[in-house]
């Protein structure tokens, strides 16, 4: 990362409570082809979150913690602050004298950029501000929220806009929280009706939206030398062993799908 950070953009897309098995099924099964073609091998890497929802996760992911791949052993990180002892800082790690990655990248240049989604990131009260606060500028509007049915449409709109208007010579750390995938998801899948209550079918229906749409942020992002990483913050639970939701320790929350690649292809 040493080589990249400076060289390249950096963009993170967090599709908030994206489930690795649905994931990786539709990956499998041709029903995500944006994404699909993106990811190494054509499949998702699975790891483990760093917490069971939206607001602990982002807080570690910010401080450099992403999901942990899901096998024994330690695993050197990609960024990483200056921390005495530190087990999974390795020489390619990029280090940073902050107590985030934010404004870590922040204070080597970067333009930091945040469009929000979930309600963490609306800007609406003490709480849904402390995560957008990180960034030097942050987006939200109600038509990027969970309740939209066109939520990654306007966020993919906005994302474009802020790449245009960079100057070629200035690197942008772009972050978006992806809130189409969390509850309410049912009128993402056809036929359905308010009364219809969230299932692993309206999630599924609810990634292949997302991938609907993807390509358009992919294409944006990738007009310059980027770097992305793509990934779930946690799962959630739709019935399993009798939970529902998320924020409990369940293998449905803490199993997510990740992915990191370069766009240079894209331009």
Request: charged fraction near 20%; glycine fraction near 10%; proline fraction near 6%.
């Amino acid at each position: 990362m040493n080589e990249v950070v400076g060289s390249h953009d950096l963009l993170l897309v967090t599709l908030d409570t994206l489930r690795y098995d649905v994931a990786q099924e539709l990956a499998a099964a041709g029903r995500i082809p944006n994404l699909a073609r993106q990811l190494p091998g054509g499949v998702w890497e699975r790891r483990h979150a760093p917490g069971s929802f939206t607001y602990a996760s982002h807080q570690a992911m910010f401080a450099g913690f992403l999901p942990t791949p899901a096998a024994p052993g330690s695993h050197p990180r990609l960024f990483a602050a200056r921390f005495a002892g530190s087990e999974t800082t390795e020489s390619g790690t990029f280090v940073y004298d902050t107590p985030d990655l934010v404004s870590g990248l922040a204070a080597v240049g970067y333009r930091t950029v945040c469009v929000g989604g979930v309600g963490f990131f609306n800007k609406r009260g003490p709480l849904g501000s402390v995560l957008p606060a990180m960034f030097q500028e942050s987006r939200w509007e109600p038509e990027f929220g969970v309740s939209s049915p066109t939520s990654f449409e306007a966020q993919v709109a906005c994302a474009e806009k802020i790449v245009a208007g960079l100057p070629q010579e200035q690197r942008l750390f772009l972050f978006v929280n992806v809130s189409a995938l969390h509850q309410p998801n049912w009128f993402h899948l056809p036929g359905a009706t308010r009364e219809a209550v969230d299932s692993r079918a309206t999630h599924a229906a609810a990634l292949e939206y997302v991938d609907r749409h993807i390509g358009r942020l992919l294409a944006a992002a990738g007009s310059r030398p980027c770097f992305a990483i793509v990934c779930s913050d946690h799962g959630t639970a739709y019935g399993e062993d009798g939970y529902r939701g998320h924020r409990i320790g369940h293998d449905v929350v803490w199993t997510v799908p990740y992915a990191h690649f370069f766009l240079r292809e894209a331009r």
